[in-house]
Protein backbone atom coordinates (compact mmCIF):
# COMPACT_ATOMS: atom_id res chain seq x y z
CA UNK A 1 0.00 0.00 0.00
CA UNK A 2 1.49 3.20 -1.12
CA UNK A 3 1.60 6.65 1.54
CA UNK A 4 -0.84 8.13 -1.39
CA UNK A 5 -3.41 5.61 -1.20
CA UNK A 6 -2.94 4.86 2.34
CA UNK A 7 -3.42 8.08 3.34
CA UNK A 8 -6.71 8.55 1.77
CA UNK A 9 -8.25 5.30 2.50
CA UNK A 10 -10.22 6.52 5.67
CA UNK A 11 -11.77 9.45 3.58
CA UNK A 12 -13.87 6.13 1.82
CA UNK A 13 -14.40 4.26 5.00
CA UNK A 14 -15.27 6.80 7.55
CA UNK A 15 -17.72 9.38 7.45
CA UNK A 16 -17.20 12.25 10.31
CA UNK A 17 -20.62 13.61 11.42
CA UNK A 18 -20.31 16.16 13.59
CA UNK A 19 -23.96 16.92 14.55
CA UNK A 20 -24.01 12.93 15.78
CA UNK A 21 -24.21 12.17 19.11
CA UNK A 22 -21.93 9.24 18.94
CA UNK A 23 -18.31 9.74 20.27
CA UNK A 24 -16.09 10.75 16.89
CA UNK A 25 -13.68 7.26 17.98
CA UNK A 26 -16.86 5.45 17.27
CA UNK A 27 -17.44 6.74 14.50
CA UNK A 28 -14.58 5.99 13.69
CA UNK A 29 -14.76 2.22 14.97
CA UNK A 30 -18.08 2.00 13.44
CA UNK A 31 -16.85 2.69 9.95
CA UNK A 32 -13.59 0.65 10.04
CA UNK A 33 -15.47 -2.33 11.38
CA UNK A 34 -18.37 -1.92 8.92
CA UNK A 35 -15.88 -1.99 6.36
CA UNK A 36 -14.22 -5.03 7.44
CA UNK A 37 -17.26 -6.77 7.62
CA UNK A 38 -18.67 -6.32 4.40
CA UNK A 39 -15.09 -6.96 3.08
CA UNK A 40 -13.66 -3.49 1.52
CA UNK A 41 -11.32 -4.09 3.73
CA UNK A 42 -9.77 -7.49 3.07
CA UNK A 43 -8.09 -9.96 5.68
CA UNK A 44 -4.17 -9.05 5.84
CA UNK A 45 -5.29 -5.47 4.55
CA UNK A 46 -2.94 -2.59 6.20
CA UNK A 47 -4.62 0.02 7.46
CA UNK A 48 -2.86 3.87 7.56
CA UNK A 49 -0.86 5.16 10.40
CA UNK A 50 -3.23 6.46 13.41
CA UNK A 51 -1.31 10.06 12.48
CA UNK A 52 -2.48 9.78 8.48
CA UNK A 53 -6.15 9.00 9.95
CA UNK A 54 -5.43 11.22 12.82
CA UNK A 55 -4.91 14.38 10.17
CA UNK A 56 -7.42 13.33 6.89
CA UNK A 57 -9.76 13.28 9.68
CA UNK A 58 -8.86 16.07 11.77
CA UNK A 59 -9.16 14.54 15.25
CA UNK A 60 -6.98 13.59 17.87
CA UNK A 61 -4.51 10.68 17.54
CA UNK A 62 -5.75 9.69 21.07
CA UNK A 63 -9.11 9.87 19.42
CA UNK A 64 -7.67 7.63 16.37
CA UNK A 65 -5.78 5.10 18.92
CA UNK A 66 -9.02 4.50 21.08
CA UNK A 67 -11.11 2.97 17.71
CA UNK A 68 -8.09 0.97 16.99
CA UNK A 69 -7.63 0.03 20.38
CA UNK A 70 -11.19 -1.64 20.51
CA UNK A 71 -10.76 -3.02 17.55
CA UNK A 72 -7.78 -4.70 18.48
CA UNK A 73 -9.49 -5.96 21.13
CA UNK A 74 -12.54 -7.53 19.33
CA UNK A 75 -9.96 -9.15 17.01
CA UNK A 76 -11.11 -7.44 13.93
CA UNK A 77 -7.28 -5.71 13.79
CA UNK A 78 -3.82 -7.35 14.76
CA UNK A 79 -0.53 -5.19 15.71
CA UNK A 80 2.68 -5.86 13.73
CA UNK A 81 6.01 -5.07 15.54
CA UNK A 82 7.37 -2.46 13.45
CA UNK A 83 5.18 -3.10 10.40
CA UNK A 84 2.04 -1.00 11.50
CA UNK A 85 -2.06 -2.14 11.88
CA UNK A 86 -3.67 -4.84 9.65
CA UNK A 87 -7.13 -6.49 9.47
CA UNK A 88 -7.22 -9.63 11.13
CA UNK A 89 -6.30 -12.95 8.97
CA UNK A 90 -8.54 -14.80 11.23
CA UNK A 91 -11.47 -13.80 10.18
CA UNK A 92 -12.74 -16.82 7.65
CA UNK A 93 -13.13 -15.01 4.16
CA UNK A 94 -17.08 -16.32 3.33
CA UNK A 95 -18.23 -14.39 6.00
CA UNK A 96 -17.25 -11.29 5.33
CA UNK A 97 -19.66 -10.94 2.37
CA UNK A 98 -23.47 -10.48 2.46
CA UNK A 99 -23.97 -13.77 4.11
CA UNK A 100 -24.56 -11.64 7.46
CA UNK A 101 -26.70 -9.55 5.90
CA UNK A 102 -30.44 -9.35 7.05
CA UNK A 103 -32.07 -12.54 5.78
CA UNK A 104 -35.74 -13.77 6.10
CA UNK A 105 -36.30 -15.56 9.21
CA UNK A 106 -38.10 -19.06 9.87
CA UNK A 107 -41.73 -18.60 11.14
CA UNK A 108 -41.84 -18.00 14.82
CA UNK A 109 -44.01 -20.68 16.77
CA UNK A 110 -47.13 -20.26 18.54
CA UNK A 111 -46.48 -19.58 22.40
CA UNK A 112 -47.47 -22.34 24.50
CA UNK A 113 -47.04 -23.48 28.30
CA UNK A 114 -44.80 -26.38 29.19
CA UNK A 115 -43.30 -27.21 32.31
CA UNK A 116 -42.22 -30.86 33.01
CA UNK A 117 -41.37 -31.58 36.53
CA UNK A 118 -37.34 -31.41 37.37
CA UNK A 119 -35.94 -33.91 38.22
CA UNK A 120 -32.74 -35.18 40.12
CA UNK A 121 -31.46 -37.56 37.11
CA UNK A 122 -31.85 -34.97 34.53
CA UNK A 123 -28.60 -33.65 36.14
CA UNK A 124 -30.42 -30.30 38.21
CA UNK A 125 -30.24 -31.80 41.91
CA UNK A 126 -26.64 -30.97 42.48
CA UNK A 127 -26.76 -27.25 41.88
CA UNK A 128 -26.86 -24.61 44.62
CA UNK A 129 -29.66 -22.82 44.86
CA UNK A 130 -30.00 -19.46 46.18
CA UNK A 131 -31.07 -18.78 49.62
CA UNK A 132 -30.78 -15.36 51.67
CA UNK A 133 -28.44 -15.22 54.73
CA UNK A 134 -29.01 -12.62 57.42
CA UNK A 135 -26.50 -10.04 57.39
CA UNK A 136 -24.07 -8.61 55.11
CA UNK A 137 -23.24 -10.99 52.29
CA UNK A 138 -20.01 -13.12 52.81
CA UNK A 139 -17.26 -13.10 50.48
CA UNK A 140 -17.65 -14.75 47.88
CA UNK A 141 -21.01 -14.61 46.57
CA UNK A 142 -21.51 -14.08 42.83
CA UNK A 143 -23.88 -12.21 40.90
CA UNK A 144 -24.38 -9.14 43.79
CA UNK A 145 -23.02 -5.85 42.82
CA UNK A 146 -22.31 -3.02 45.10
CA UNK A 147 -25.53 -2.00 46.57
CA UNK A 148 -23.80 0.06 48.93
CA UNK A 149 -22.47 2.34 46.17
CA UNK A 150 -26.24 3.00 44.46
CA UNK A 151 -27.09 6.20 44.64
CA UNK A 152 -30.17 5.60 47.21
CA UNK A 153 -31.01 9.26 47.20
CA UNK A 154 -31.57 9.72 43.63
CA UNK A 155 -33.94 6.91 43.25
CA UNK A 156 -35.96 7.22 46.20
CA UNK A 157 -36.44 10.83 44.82
CA UNK A 158 -36.93 9.21 41.32
CA UNK A 159 -39.74 7.13 42.94
CA UNK A 160 -41.20 9.72 45.14
CA UNK A 161 -41.73 12.11 42.04
CA UNK A 162 -43.64 9.19 40.41
CA UNK A 163 -45.63 8.88 42.87
CA UNK A 164 -46.64 12.15 43.18
CA UNK A 165 -47.06 12.71 39.52
CA UNK A 166 -48.51 10.28 37.83
CA UNK A 167 -49.20 7.17 41.10
CA UNK A 168 -52.88 7.22 39.86
CA UNK A 169 -52.43 6.41 36.32
CA UNK A 170 -49.34 3.88 37.44
CA UNK A 171 -51.50 2.10 39.18
CA UNK A 172 -53.44 0.80 36.75
CA UNK A 173 -52.84 -2.28 34.56
CA UNK A 174 -50.03 -1.48 31.99
CA UNK A 175 -49.15 -2.80 28.91
CA UNK A 176 -47.18 -6.23 29.03
CA UNK A 177 -44.61 -5.31 26.95
CA UNK A 178 -43.22 -3.46 29.24
CA UNK A 179 -43.53 0.54 30.24
CA UNK A 180 -43.30 2.27 26.41
CA UNK A 181 -40.43 5.16 27.92
CA UNK A 182 -38.62 2.49 29.65
CA UNK A 183 -38.38 0.39 26.23
CA UNK A 184 -37.71 3.11 24.28
CA UNK A 185 -34.33 4.24 26.60
CA UNK A 186 -33.41 0.68 26.90
CA UNK A 187 -33.30 0.50 22.49
CA UNK A 188 -31.70 3.77 22.70
CA UNK A 189 -29.05 2.57 25.26
CA UNK A 190 -28.15 -1.02 23.44
CA UNK A 191 -27.94 0.33 20.40
CA UNK A 192 -25.22 3.21 21.84
CA UNK A 193 -23.27 1.19 24.66
CA UNK A 194 -23.57 -2.52 22.52
CA UNK A 195 -23.99 -1.98 18.87
CA UNK A 196 -27.52 -4.14 19.10
CA UNK A 197 -29.92 -3.06 16.37
CA UNK A 198 -33.62 -2.70 17.10
CA UNK A 199 -36.57 -0.76 17.65
CA UNK A 200 -38.48 0.35 20.96
CA UNK A 201 -41.24 -2.48 19.55
CA UNK A 202 -38.72 -5.66 19.66
CA UNK A 203 -37.93 -4.55 23.59
CA UNK A 204 -39.88 -6.55 26.13
CA UNK A 205 -39.50 -6.10 30.01
CA UNK A 206 -39.33 -9.22 31.56
CA UNK A 207 -39.25 -9.60 35.39
CA UNK A 208 -35.31 -9.98 35.32
CA UNK A 209 -33.73 -11.97 33.11
CA UNK A 210 -34.48 -15.23 33.88
CA UNK A 211 -37.85 -14.97 32.63
CA UNK A 212 -36.36 -13.25 29.45
CA UNK A 213 -35.03 -16.74 29.01
CA UNK A 214 -38.50 -18.77 29.81
CA UNK A 215 -40.19 -16.72 27.14
CA UNK A 216 -37.69 -17.49 24.84
CA UNK A 217 -38.28 -21.21 25.41
CA UNK A 218 -42.11 -20.50 25.47
CA UNK A 219 -42.05 -18.85 22.17
CA UNK A 220 -39.59 -20.92 20.11
CA UNK A 221 -39.09 -24.94 21.54
CA UNK A 222 -40.99 -27.61 20.76
CA UNK A 223 -40.71 -30.58 22.97
CA UNK A 224 -37.54 -32.30 22.08
CA UNK A 225 -36.00 -29.68 20.41
CA UNK A 226 -32.40 -29.56 20.59
CA UNK A 227 -30.21 -26.80 22.65
CA UNK A 228 -26.89 -26.08 22.71
CA UNK A 229 -25.73 -24.70 26.18
CA UNK A 230 -22.17 -23.76 27.32
CA UNK A 231 -20.50 -26.35 29.39
CA UNK A 232 -19.96 -25.62 32.45
CA UNK A 233 -22.51 -22.68 31.68
CA UNK A 234 -25.26 -21.34 33.26
CA UNK A 235 -27.94 -23.78 35.14
CA UNK A 236 -30.45 -21.01 35.03
CA UNK A 237 -30.69 -21.19 31.18
CA UNK A 238 -30.48 -25.31 31.50
CA UNK A 239 -33.39 -24.64 33.85
CA UNK A 240 -35.09 -22.34 31.77
CA UNK A 241 -34.93 -24.32 28.09
CA UNK A 242 -35.63 -27.61 30.06
CA UNK A 243 -38.95 -26.55 31.11
CA UNK A 244 -39.40 -25.83 27.67
CA UNK A 245 -39.21 -29.82 26.87
CA UNK A 246 -36.02 -28.89 24.66
CA UNK A 247 -33.05 -31.85 24.73
CA UNK A 248 -30.33 -30.29 26.05
CA UNK A 249 -26.70 -30.32 24.22
CA UNK A 250 -23.98 -29.74 26.57
CA UNK A 251 -20.95 -27.96 24.04
CA UNK A 252 -17.89 -27.50 25.35
CA UNK A 253 -16.29 -24.45 25.97
CA UNK A 254 -12.43 -23.35 25.02
CA UNK A 255 -10.27 -20.14 25.09
CA UNK A 256 -12.58 -18.57 22.28
CA UNK A 257 -15.81 -19.29 23.57
CA UNK A 258 -18.13 -22.13 22.70
CA UNK A 259 -16.86 -24.60 20.11
CA UNK A 260 -19.37 -25.05 17.36
CA UNK A 261 -16.88 -28.04 15.99
CA UNK A 262 -18.07 -29.82 19.19
CA UNK A 263 -21.69 -28.15 18.64
CA UNK A 264 -21.81 -29.68 15.39
CA UNK A 265 -20.32 -33.20 16.42
CA UNK A 266 -23.46 -33.48 19.11
CA UNK A 267 -26.05 -31.77 17.23
CA UNK A 268 -25.70 -30.56 13.81
CA UNK A 269 -29.17 -29.36 13.26
CA UNK A 270 -30.28 -27.94 16.73
CA UNK A 271 -33.18 -25.47 17.02
CA UNK A 272 -30.99 -22.98 19.39
CA UNK A 273 -28.27 -21.73 20.57
CA UNK A 274 -27.64 -20.21 24.26
CA UNK A 275 -24.27 -18.27 25.01
CA UNK A 276 -22.42 -15.67 27.23
CA UNK A 277 -20.23 -14.32 24.13
CA UNK A 278 -19.06 -11.47 26.09
CA UNK A 279 -17.98 -12.62 29.69
CA UNK A 280 -18.55 -16.65 29.60
CA UNK A 281 -20.45 -17.86 32.47
CA UNK A 282 -18.72 -18.87 34.48
CA UNK A 283 -15.23 -19.28 33.32
CA UNK A 284 -14.86 -15.94 32.11
CA UNK A 285 -13.16 -15.71 28.88
CA UNK A 286 -14.41 -13.09 25.35
CA UNK A 287 -15.83 -15.06 22.36
CA UNK A 288 -13.29 -13.87 20.19
CA UNK A 289 -14.27 -12.82 16.90
CA UNK A 290 -13.58 -15.44 14.91
CA UNK A 291 -15.46 -17.91 16.77
CA UNK A 292 -18.57 -15.50 16.81
CA UNK A 293 -18.64 -15.59 12.90
CA UNK A 294 -18.38 -19.27 12.86
CA UNK A 295 -21.57 -19.41 15.33
CA UNK A 296 -23.51 -17.07 13.26
CA UNK A 297 -22.53 -19.19 10.04
CA UNK A 298 -23.87 -22.29 12.21
CA UNK A 299 -26.96 -20.71 12.72
CA UNK A 300 -27.80 -19.34 9.81
CA UNK A 301 -27.15 -23.07 8.12
CA UNK A 302 -28.78 -24.84 10.39
CA UNK A 303 -32.06 -21.86 10.45
CA UNK A 304 -31.23 -22.18 14.36
CA UNK A 305 -31.57 -19.07 16.61
CA UNK A 306 -29.29 -17.57 19.08
CA UNK A 307 -30.14 -16.57 22.50
CA UNK A 308 -27.40 -13.77 23.41
CA UNK A 309 -27.22 -13.33 27.32
CA UNK A 310 -24.89 -10.32 27.56
CA UNK A 311 -25.46 -10.15 31.68
CA UNK A 312 -22.78 -8.08 32.84
CA UNK A 313 -21.11 -6.69 29.60
CA UNK A 314 -20.70 -2.71 30.96
CA UNK A 315 -17.81 -4.08 33.27
CA UNK A 316 -14.49 -4.30 31.17
CA UNK A 317 -11.65 -3.25 31.80
CA UNK A 318 -9.06 -3.68 29.72
CA UNK A 319 -11.35 -1.94 26.65
CA UNK A 320 -14.37 -0.92 25.63
CA UNK A 321 -17.44 -3.54 25.78
CA UNK A 322 -17.16 -5.69 22.54
CA UNK A 323 -19.80 -5.12 20.47
CA UNK A 324 -22.71 -7.75 20.26
CA UNK A 325 -23.55 -10.86 18.28
CA UNK A 326 -26.84 -9.14 17.37
CA UNK A 327 -25.63 -6.27 16.05
CA UNK A 328 -22.52 -8.41 14.08
CA UNK A 329 -25.58 -10.58 12.63
CA UNK A 330 -27.26 -7.55 10.99
CA UNK A 331 -31.19 -8.06 11.99
CA UNK A 332 -30.65 -11.67 11.84
CA UNK A 333 -31.69 -14.74 14.15
CA UNK A 334 -30.06 -13.39 17.49
CA UNK A 335 -32.27 -12.68 20.31
CA UNK A 336 -30.74 -10.04 22.96
CA UNK A 337 -30.90 -10.57 26.82
CA UNK A 338 -30.00 -8.40 29.27
CA UNK A 339 -30.57 -7.54 32.79
CA UNK A 340 -30.48 -4.45 35.38
CA UNK A 341 -30.18 -6.58 38.34
CA UNK A 342 -26.06 -6.47 37.78
CA UNK A 343 -25.89 -2.89 37.20
CA UNK A 344 -28.28 -1.40 39.79
CA UNK A 345 -29.42 -3.93 42.60
CA UNK A 346 -31.00 -7.25 41.98
CA UNK A 347 -34.76 -6.79 44.02
CA UNK A 348 -35.45 -4.34 41.10
CA UNK A 349 -35.94 -7.40 38.50
CA UNK A 350 -36.41 -5.97 35.51
CA UNK A 351 -34.88 -7.49 32.49
CA UNK A 352 -35.57 -7.08 28.55
CA UNK A 353 -35.30 -9.31 25.39
CA UNK A 354 -34.69 -7.87 21.93
CA UNK A 355 -35.99 -10.03 19.74
CA UNK A 356 -36.40 -9.80 15.82
CA UNK A 357 -38.81 -8.15 14.18
CA UNK A 358 -40.89 -11.61 12.95
CA UNK A 359 -40.97 -12.88 16.52
CA UNK A 360 -42.60 -9.41 17.79
CA UNK A 361 -46.18 -10.59 18.11
CA UNK A 362 -45.55 -13.71 18.97
CA UNK A 363 -43.65 -12.31 21.76
CA UNK A 364 -46.57 -10.04 22.58
CA UNK A 365 -49.05 -12.58 22.61
CA UNK A 366 -46.36 -15.05 25.05
CA UNK A 367 -45.46 -12.11 27.41
CA UNK A 368 -48.66 -11.26 28.28
CA UNK A 369 -49.97 -15.22 28.82
CA UNK A 370 -46.58 -15.83 31.51
CA UNK A 371 -48.33 -12.93 33.95
CA UNK A 372 -49.82 -10.09 32.63
CA UNK A 373 -46.73 -7.32 32.38
CA UNK A 374 -43.97 -5.90 35.11
CA UNK A 375 -44.65 -3.55 37.93
CA UNK A 376 -45.31 -0.30 36.55
CA UNK A 377 -43.65 2.29 39.18
CA UNK A 378 -40.48 0.69 39.02
CA UNK A 379 -40.19 0.87 35.19
CA UNK A 380 -41.12 4.61 35.12
CA UNK A 381 -38.45 5.49 38.01
CA UNK A 382 -35.65 3.18 36.01
CA UNK A 383 -36.67 5.17 32.48
CA UNK A 384 -36.40 8.25 34.23
CA UNK A 385 -32.84 7.07 35.97
CA UNK A 386 -31.77 6.58 32.35
CA UNK A 387 -33.13 9.15 30.29
CA UNK A 388 -31.57 11.99 33.55
CA UNK A 389 -28.53 10.33 32.83
CA UNK A 390 -28.15 8.80 36.19
CA UNK A 391 -27.76 5.34 34.31
CA UNK A 392 -24.23 5.95 32.69
CA UNK A 393 -23.19 8.12 35.13
CA UNK A 394 -23.54 4.81 37.82
CA UNK A 395 -21.80 2.53 35.40
CA UNK A 396 -19.14 4.66 35.15
CA UNK A 397 -18.37 4.81 38.73
CA UNK A 398 -19.11 0.91 39.30
CA UNK A 399 -16.81 0.01 36.71
CA UNK A 400 -13.75 1.81 38.19
CA UNK A 401 -14.84 0.48 41.77
CA UNK A 402 -14.80 -3.06 40.32
CA UNK A 403 -12.08 -3.18 38.68
CA UNK A 404 -10.36 -1.39 41.51
CA UNK A 405 -11.90 -4.44 43.71
CA UNK A 406 -10.85 -6.84 41.38
CA UNK A 407 -7.11 -6.04 41.30
CA UNK A 408 -7.44 -5.84 44.95
CA UNK A 409 -8.47 -9.88 44.53
CA UNK A 410 -5.46 -10.09 42.39
CA UNK A 411 -3.03 -8.60 44.77
CA UNK A 412 -4.36 -10.64 47.51
CA UNK A 413 -3.91 -14.10 45.75
CA UNK A 414 -0.46 -13.24 44.59
CA UNK A 415 0.46 -12.39 47.78
CA UNK A 416 -1.07 -15.13 50.22
CA UNK A 417 -1.74 -17.79 47.53
CA UNK A 418 -0.05 -17.77 44.59
CA UNK A 419 0.56 -21.71 44.60
CA UNK A 420 -2.98 -22.43 45.75
CA UNK A 421 -5.11 -20.62 43.58
CA UNK A 422 -4.31 -19.67 39.68
CA UNK A 423 -7.22 -16.67 38.60
CA UNK A 424 -8.83 -17.19 35.04
CA UNK A 425 -9.52 -14.84 33.06
CA UNK A 426 -10.45 -11.30 34.94
CA UNK A 427 -11.30 -8.62 32.07
CA UNK A 428 -14.61 -8.00 32.72
CA UNK A 429 -17.29 -8.62 34.89
CA UNK A 430 -17.72 -9.04 38.48
CA UNK A 431 -16.50 -11.77 39.55
CA UNK A 432 -13.28 -14.59 38.37
CA UNK A 433 -12.32 -17.94 38.28
CA UNK A 434 -9.69 -19.43 40.87
CA UNK A 435 -8.47 -23.04 39.72
CA UNK A 436 -7.33 -25.32 42.52
CA UNK A 437 -4.54 -27.80 42.75
CA UNK A 438 -4.83 -31.11 40.36
CA UNK A 439 -6.69 -33.31 42.83
CA UNK A 440 -8.79 -30.57 45.19
CA UNK A 441 -11.87 -30.96 45.57
CA UNK A 442 -13.77 -27.26 44.67
CA UNK A 443 -17.44 -28.89 46.55
CA UNK A 444 -15.33 -30.01 49.45
CA UNK A 445 -13.86 -26.62 49.63
CA UNK A 446 -17.48 -24.70 49.20
CA UNK A 447 -18.19 -26.99 52.14
CA UNK A 448 -15.49 -25.98 54.15
CA UNK A 449 -15.87 -22.63 53.52
CA UNK A 450 -19.39 -22.66 54.49
CA UNK A 451 -18.75 -23.10 57.84
CA UNK A 452 -15.87 -19.88 57.87
CA UNK A 453 -18.37 -17.85 56.68
CA UNK A 454 -17.13 -17.86 52.71
CA UNK A 455 -19.92 -18.01 50.36
CA UNK A 456 -18.02 -20.33 47.43
CA UNK A 457 -19.48 -21.41 44.34
CA UNK A 458 -17.60 -24.84 42.86
CA UNK A 459 -17.07 -24.60 39.36
CA UNK A 460 -18.11 -27.88 39.29
CA UNK A 461 -21.81 -27.26 40.08
CA UNK A 462 -21.96 -25.44 36.60
CA UNK A 463 -20.51 -28.40 34.12
CA UNK A 464 -22.09 -31.49 33.08
CA UNK A 465 -19.23 -33.38 32.10
CA UNK A 466 -16.41 -33.88 34.40
CA UNK A 467 -13.86 -31.19 34.20
CA UNK A 468 -10.20 -31.76 34.77
CA UNK A 469 -9.65 -29.39 37.28
CA UNK A 470 -11.28 -28.18 40.12
CA UNK A 471 -12.05 -24.19 40.72
CA UNK A 472 -13.92 -21.96 42.37
CA UNK A 473 -16.21 -18.63 41.22
CA UNK A 474 -15.31 -16.01 43.04
CA UNK A 475 -17.48 -13.15 43.03
CA UNK A 476 -15.70 -9.33 44.23
CA UNK A 477 -17.84 -6.56 42.99
CA UNK A 478 -19.85 -6.28 46.62
CA UNK A 479 -16.78 -6.82 48.67
CA UNK A 480 -14.50 -4.40 50.14
CA UNK A 481 -10.24 -4.70 49.42
CA UNK A 482 -10.16 -6.01 53.71
CA UNK A 483 -12.63 -8.45 53.31
CA UNK A 484 -11.26 -9.94 50.00
CA UNK A 485 -8.05 -10.15 51.58
CA UNK A 486 -9.13 -12.01 54.09
CA UNK A 487 -11.37 -13.97 52.33
CA UNK A 488 -8.56 -15.40 50.31
CA UNK A 489 -6.48 -15.96 53.46
CA UNK A 490 -9.27 -17.61 54.71
CA UNK A 491 -9.62 -19.93 51.64
CA UNK A 492 -5.61 -20.49 51.07
CA UNK A 493 -5.87 -21.93 54.81
CA UNK A 494 -9.15 -24.45 53.27
CA UNK A 495 -6.69 -25.46 50.23
CA UNK A 496 -4.10 -26.09 52.35
CA UNK A 497 -5.05 -27.27 55.85
Sequence with gaps: MSPRSASRAP?????????????????????????????????????????????????????VATALSQLRAEGYVESRERSGTFVSTSIPDDLLTAHLRRRRLVQPLRPRMHTPAVRKEDGFGDETRFAPRGGPPRPFRTGLPAVDAFPWDVWSRLVARRLKRSGRALADYGDSRGYAPLRAAVASYVAAARGVTCTPAQVFITNGAQQALDLIGQVLLNAGDEVWLEDPGYPGARRAFHAAGAALVHVAVDDEGISVDDGRRRAPSARMVYV??????????????????????????????????????????????IASLQGLSDGGPVLYVGTFSKTLFPSLRVGYVVAPEPLVEAFADARFTLDRQSPTLEQAALADFMNEGHFPR??????????????????????????????????????????????????????????????????SQYATNRLARGGLVLGYAAFRSTALRHGVRVLASLIDG
Design 11 to 63: LTLVRIDATSDAPLHRQIYDGLRDAIVAGRLAPGAQLPPARVIAAELSVSRVT
Design 276 to 321: TPSHQYPLGMTMSLARRLELLRWAREARAWVVEDDYDSEFRYASRP
Design 394 to 459: HVRRMRLLYESRRNALIRAVKDIAPDLLELGPSDSGMKVVAWLPPGVSDRDVAARGEAERLELSPV
